[in-house]
Nanobody, 120 residues
C-alpha cells in the first residue's frame, strides 16, 4: 500500500509564500503523475497542478504564474511552491499520486491533506 505524507501547510498573510511537500512511500514499483488538489469549505475539490514523471506540468488558471509544481523522482516526492498567495487560496491541499505497487496494480492515492490559510 502506498502512503502519501504531506508537509508544509500553515498560515500566511496575503502576498506571502509557502512550500508544500508530499513524499510517497510503501512498496512502490512506479509513480506516474503526481499532483496537488485543494478543497475550500463548501466547495468541491479542484485540481491545482499536476506533473508527469517526465516533468510535464499543468496548472489551474487561478494559480498560473504564482504556483510552481516540481518533483524529485528519486525521492518519489512532489513539491508545490506557492507565491503571491491570496485569501482565496485558503483550503485544505491534498497530494495525489498515480502509482503502482507492481506492473499490474495501478491506482490513485491521496494524502491526508494539509491546511493552507491566507489572511488578508
Amino acid at each position: 500500500q502506498v502512503q502519501l505524507v504531506e508537509s508544509g501547510g500553515g498560515s500566511v498573510q496575503a502576498g506571502g509564500s509557502l512550500r508544500l511537500s508530499c513524499a510517497a512511500s510503501g512498496g512502490i514499483f512506479r509513480v506516474n503523475a503526481m499532483g496537488w488538489y485543494r478543497q475550500a469549505p463548501g466547495k468541491q475539490r479542484e485540481l491545482v497542478a499536476d506533473i508527469t514523471s517526465g516533468g510535464i506540468t499543468n496548472y489551474a488558471d487561478s494559480v498560473k504564474g504564482r504556483f510552481t509544481i516540481s518533483r524529485d523522482n528519486a525521492k518519489n516526492t512532489v513539491y508545490l511552491q506557492m507565491n503571491s498567495l491570496k485569501p482565496e487560496d485558503t483550503a485544505v491541499y491534498y497530494c495525489n499520486a498515480d502509482a503502482q505497487i507492481d506492473p499490474r496494480a495501478r491506482r490513485n492515492y491521496w494524502g491526508q491533506g494539509t491546511q493552507v490559510t491566507v489572511s488578508s
